[in-house]
């Protein structure tokens, strides 16, 4: 079983092409509502709610933006790489090439905790993203996000 057992082999955005956040947010959440049958209405409206609470953005290029939202059966993940970094708001000031979104059910509880800890864990891999800014393959990214890292 991959660690990112949810993240969708269509949900893969290798090279994104955004100016902004804003923009950001709404290519993830019209990307997400293609993937999951929620409008992207929806999905954007909870990830803008989220980031109203701080930013997503954990630092070194990355964000993790999420939410939770009736309607859906299960964790969704979808990752996109940027084309050129953006300003995020991160917590260390640098802007964010790297995203992955994460939807949760609404009662996903401590189920939505533990898939954010493994996106996290799995984004600090050594060397994972420096792989992941590298490639501009949607199944190279799908591998290199769903592998298990390899024992040292």
């Known amino acids: 079983m991959p660690l990112l057992d949810f ?6 955005l290798p090279a994104l092409r955004v100016s902004g956040k804003k923009q950001a947010l709404q290519e993830l959440a019209s990307q997400a ?5 929620l409008t992207d209405d929806a999905i954007y409206e909870a990830l803008l709610q989220r980031e109203r609470l701080g930013s997503t953005g954990i630092g070194e290029g990355i964000a993790i933006p999420h939410g939770k939202l009736p309607g859906l059966t299960r964790i969704f993940g979808l990752v996109a790489r940027l084309e050129k970094p953006v300003d995020f ?3 260390d000031g640098q802007p964010v090439d790297v995203l992955f979104l994460l939807l949760a059910p609404e009662g996903a509880g401590a189920d939505h905790l533990k ?13 994972l993203i420096e792989r992941v800014r590298a490639t501009r393959d949607a199944t190279a990214l799908y591998a290199i996000m769903t592998e298990l890292p390899k024992a040292a």
Not at 33 to 37: E, F, I, K, R
Request: avoid cysteine.
């Open 7 to 12: 993240l969708d082999p269509r949900a893969v």
């Open 33 to 37: 509502a293609l993937l999951t049958g």
């Open 89 to 91: 708001e991160a917590l």
């Open 115 to 127: 898939a954010l800890a493994r996106v996290a864990r799995v984004l600090r891999e050594p060397g």
